[in-house]
């Protein structure tokens, strides 16, 4: 549906901007994604796994975890799990 597919199109906005080095903007973005993907069963396809991944992997490197985590949980509900404390 509509709420899946806005998931899939954060996926690539997070590659996107990872990519360009904006690695503040792609952890907001991840952290949307990942909200989005909670109220989806949170599948994706093989290829948007591998972007999200990796965007997620060279964000978090290049920011630090507690960064990453901060900026991940600014698009969640007060109290929700930041993307990489995830299991």
Do not use: C
């Amino acid at each position: 549906g509509f709420t899946h597919n806005t998931a899939m199109a954060l996926v690539a906005l997070a590659g996107i901007a990872s990519e360009r080095g904006d690695h503040e903007g792609a952890a907001v973005v991840i952290g949307e994604a990942h909200e989005l993907l909670a109220t989806t069963d949170g599948k994706l396809t093989t290829e948007d796994a591998a972007v999200l991944e990796r965007a997620t992997a060279t964000t978090q490197d290049h920011l630090g975890t507690e960064r990453f985590n901060q900026l991940a949980a600014r698009s969640g509900p007060q109290g929700s799990a930041p993307p990489a404390n995830r299991a």
